[in-house]
């Protein structure tokens, strides 16, 4: 089944406790991606990926790290995480197609950074 | 950089009427706008997109117009069914489908029977 995954679902912690949440997709994507979501203030892009050893700055990336060292995994770390990063973090993959580009979600992460 | 908005935050629709969702963008040098759907608890869905050389793009229930010149873009659902009742967000990009990606706030669509 083709799918993005996403680890933890859910995740309490404390500030400043170094945290990864993993993602995962098996569809052999290039491309990859990371979004927070807020209320009153949609989905947000923290960082991208068009390919292996390729990501570039969203329009958050403040207090977030990526790496891309293998194209099915995208992993977002928060060195030192602070209360306003509390937030529903999504990971997505895409590939064009022909009339329409595939894009995959994973089903979200949420954090509370205490 | 880009901005993009989106309105209305919320919509009320009766099931068989059409809904239409606006969003407006300021680069012009956006190229590629896609649309999600998102339902209580799920990750968004991409349910439609289009190009900036096409003026409107049709799949079934759904369509997606564009004008260029006055940097605007829509979705338009017909015969609204329950299963339509979703948050919706437009997007922009200016790199053609790859790269940085805008999101719009979201429409919350709510179809009554």
């Known amino acids: 089944e083709a799918q993005v995954t996403q680890n933890p679902r859910y995740l309490i912690t404390v500030t400043g406790k170094k945290l990864t949440v993993t993602c995962s997709q098996n569809?052999?994507?290039?491309?990859m991606s990371w979004y927070r979501q807020d209320p009153g203030l949609g989905l947000r892009q923290i960082y991208y990926s068009m390919n292996v050893e390729v990501t570039d700055k969203g329009d958050v990336p403040e207090g977030y790290k990526v790496s891309r060292k293998e194209k099915r995994n995208f992993p977002l770390i928060l060195e030192s995480p602070s209360p306003n990063q509390t937030s529903l973090y999504f990971c997505?993959?895409?590939?064009?197609?022909?009339?329409?580009?595939?894009?995959?979600f994973g089903p979200g992460t949420r954090l509370t950074v205490l | 950089g880009e901005n993009v908005e989106q309105h209305p935050s919320t919509l009320s629709v009766q099931e068989g009427d059409s809904a239409v969702i606006k969003c407006t963008y300021s680069d012009s040098a956006s190229n590629y706008f896609p649309w999600y759907k998102q339902e209580l608890g799920k990750g968004p869905q991409l349910i439609i997109d289009i190009r900036s050389n096409v003026g409107e793009k049709k799949d079934q229930r759904i369509a997606v117009t564009l004008n260029k010149t006055a940097k605007h873009f829509s979705l338009h659902i017909t015969e609204t069914q329950p299963e339509d009742s979703a948050v919706y967000f437009c997007a922009a990009s200016t790199t053609d489908s790859w790269g940085k990606l805008q999101f719009g706030a979201g429409t919350q669509v709510v179809v009554t029977p």
């Open positions: 569809m052999n994507h290039e491309y």
């Open positions: 997505a993959s895409l590939v064009r197609g022909g009339s329409y580009n595939e894009q995959f």
